[in-house]
């Protein structure tokens, strides 16, 4: 999700609370400073969903489907459902099983293997065939054979540098 995105999700919120009064003012202007802050800040600069979830909680009154005052049961877990339905700015992981896809000769990537680590690796497609050697990932340390590598996902190349950023 972009940023604008994130924005516009954040306005049609903020249109709901402000034409059903579901929500109170203090919600409302939780919702604006969040847009606020969007607009200035960089995606990768996001806060947490549960320091959002801990502030709402304490910080915020919050009205049953009757309009009542909700009980913290309930009030707990409309919050979080609201919070984390929101989308993520952050790109979901996009792992590539080994055996839909092999990366290129000499990529560099993330790799998980069968025993739950996750290292950075450099594949090689058959390096010495003469000596009948498989496929593998070369991390710092050591060499991983293909057949002990569950997934893996290119490192994303962030954007250049530009001045005054």
Known sequence: MTKEEAIRNIDALNAVCGQKD?????????LLVAEKALEQQPCED?????????Y??????WYDKNGSIAD??????????LVNGL???????????????????????????VEGNVERARFYKEP??????KDMFAC?????????????????KPEPYKEGE
Do not use: C
């Open 22 to 30: 579901f929500f109170d003012k203090e919600f409302e202007e939780a």
């Open 46 to 54: 996001a806060v947490s969903r549960k320091a959002v979830i801990n």
């Open 56 to 61: 709402l909680y304490k910080n915020m009154t």
């Open 72 to 81: 913290d049961d309930v009030k707990l877990k409309d919050i979080t459902d």
């Open 87 to 113: 989308p993520s700015v952050q790109p979901k992981s996009s792992w590539i099983s080994v055996k839909d896809k092999l990366p290129k000769d000499h990529e560099e990537v993330w790799i998980t293997d």
């Open 128 to 133: 010495y065939p003469e000596d009948g050697e």
């Open 140 to 156: 710092r340390t050591y060499l991983v054979y293909v057949e002990n590598v569950l997934a893996w996902q290119p490192i994303l």
